[in-house]
């Protein structure tokens, strides 16, 4: 049976997420989405959620329990069908995130982590442990090319793959989706494939200074 205080926490959740997505998390106060949620009680947010960011939180975890499954769940076929690529876990990870592209709550939670990437400079903190061990899978079947560069090259890829994602559900969701979304996956795929399993770069001899 669903209480009034589980009611009064479902809206506080959407109107957050849609505040969150179109506005960006630092621009939403919790007058805002108490206001959205049609919440008289001020401190409504700070009961259910202990503040802002434990809204946040809440929303970000609703979407990375429904991604850690389809992940588990195409890690095992992969892994039944024999040695995984890194190509193939590249897939994973985008076409997965592509998935939240099917809801109007999915294509905000794009938004909101779009917003959070560019915020903080591509990569996000806090990945979820099934991201966390597909990452752990993905590194031995890459290159290295040092800490650094290794490093820059995964940034790279995680602001591009969130960016164009969050973009692409602000398409979606205004109703001009162009191209298709099968062709803006495959893209993110290659280019983040292109990115990853590249070469190092060669080692350029050092110099001795002329006597």
């Known amino acids: 049976m669903t209480?009034?205080?589980?009611?009064?926490?479902?809206?506080?959740?959407?109107a957050g997420e849609r505040l969150f997505a179109e506005r960006g998390v630092e621009n939403t106060t919790?007058?805002?989405?108490?206001?959205?949620?049609?919440?008289?009680?001020?401190?409504a947010i700070h009961y259910h959620f202990g503040g802002r960011d434990g809204l946040l939180d809440a929303i970000i975890e609703r979407h990375d329990r429904e991604l850690n499954q389809l992940r588990h769940a195409r890690l095992e076929q992969l892994e039944q069908s024999g040695p995984v690529s890194a190509r193939?876990?590249?897939?994973?990870?985008?076409?997965?995130?592509?998935?939240?592209?099917?809801?109007?709550?999915?294509?905000?939670?794009?938004?909101?982590q779009g917003h959070r990437s560019a915020a903080t400079g591509g990569a996000l903190s806090r990945p979820s442990l099934a991201m966390a061990a597909i990452r752990s899978q993905l590194q031995p079947l890459l290159?290295?090319?040092g800490r650094e560069l290794d490093a820059e090259r995964a940034e790279l890829v995680a602001t591009m793959v969130i960016g164009r994602l969050a973009r692409r559900a602000r398409e979606?969701?205004?109703?001009?989706?162009s191209p298709t979304r099968a062709t803006v996956v495959d893209a993110l795929v290659d280019a983040a494939t292109a990115?990853?399993?590249?070469?190092?770069p060669p080692t350029i001899p050092h110099q001795g200074s002329p006597t």
């Not at 209480?3 to 959407?14: C, F, G, P, V």
């Not at 919790?30 to 401190?43: F, P």
């Open 195 to 200: 990115v990853l399993t590249a070469a190092p």
């Open 143 to 145: 290159p290295t090319a």
């Open 88 to 112: 193939e876990m590249i897939e994973l990870i985008v076409e997965t995130m592509a998935t939240r592209l099917d809801t109007g709550s999915g294509r905000a939670f794009l938004q909101i």
């Open 30 to 43: 919790v007058a805002d989405i108490t206001r959205a949620a049609g919440q008289r009680n001020g401190a």
């Open 172 to 177: 979606e969701a205004a109703g001009t989706p």
């Open 3 to 14: 209480t009034k205080s589980d009611l009064t926490r479902s809206r506080l959740l959407e």
